[in-house]
């Protein structure tokens, strides 16, 4: 699939929703279950092979997965590159070719510091953001205001870090990102703001408190994940029929 016919799913009056995977068995798995699209999730993917999330999953470890995910569904693939494994946008962009040449049609990037506290600077994660999109990918360009501090405890649901947001999502649209995702945000009438100010469609995280994939759509969301809860579910199902078989 083309980018822009990726991109064109993209929209409110029937949004993209990715239950995301881990591996090319999940893949080809979600594709029978009538996805329209496939995304893997990092935490997911590197939890199936035994690392932390973080970029702890080797980037070859990563390309090896994704080229046997590729093959497996006649779907497009989106993939969860995290910061782009990379200090650099030049070294974000080399690496993101290699995700292209792999298979993938697009890709997350996400503007938090991996080592250390805080998002980077709206210039410098625009500069990356242009490095993917330049290496041929559709750009789901996440920022992490919200999940921060949903992580840490707080209530993330406030005015102020929505306003942040939609400057961050103008400073990303016009570096050439296809898409704005704002895991964490959970509040519908923050979420309906968000989407009214955007230009970008904009993409939501999908929390068991959230209100239903039919009613986001109704506030503007053009893109729905999982994230690790398909994973987090699967392997609780495994742990739970082992441990009967051990009993």
């Known amino acids: ?16 929703v990715l239950f995301n995977i881990w591996d090319a068995g999940s893949a080809a798995a979600v594709a029978r279950a009538g996805a329209r699209a496939i995304a893997t999730g990092s935490l997911s993917l590197a939890g199936a092979q035994g690392f932390d999330d973080g970029e702890a999953l080797p980037f070859d470890a ?35 070719a290699k995700l292209r040449e792999a298979g993938a049609v697009g890709c997350n990037l ?34 992490d205001l919200f999940l921060a501090p949903l992580m840490a ?49 904009v ?7 959230m209100i239903s994939n039919h009613d986001l759509s109704a506030l503007g969301v053009a893109r729905i994940s999982y994230g690790p809860a398909p994973w987090r579910d699967a392997i609780a199902q495994v742990e739970a029929a082992a441990a009967a078989a051990f009993s």
């Open 1 to 16: 699939m083309r980018i822009d016919d990726f991109a064109a799913l993209h929209t409110s009056a029937e949004p993209l």
């Open 62 to 96: 990563l390309l090896a997965t994704v080229r046997q995910i590729t093959p497996a569904c006649a779907l497009p693939v989106s993939v969860d590159v995290e910061t782009g494994y990379a200090e650099s946008a030049a070294g974000v962009g080399a690496n993101l």
């Open 110 to 143: 996400e503007d938090r510091l991996i080592a250390g506290e805080g998002l980077r600077y709206v210039s410098e994660q625009c500069e990356r953001i242009e490095a993917a999109a330049s290496a041929g990918l559709f750009v789901n360009a996440r920022t």
């Open 153 to 201: 405890g707080e209530d993330p649901n406030r005015a102020d870090l929505v306003d942040a947001a939609i400057e961050r999502a103008a400073a990303y649209g016009a570096a050439r990102a296809g898409c704005f995702f704002a895991p964490g945000l959970s509040e519908p009438e923050l979420i309906e703001r968000l989407c009214r100010e955007v230009a970008l469609p």
């Open 203 to 209: 993409n939501v995280m999908r929390l068991p408190s």
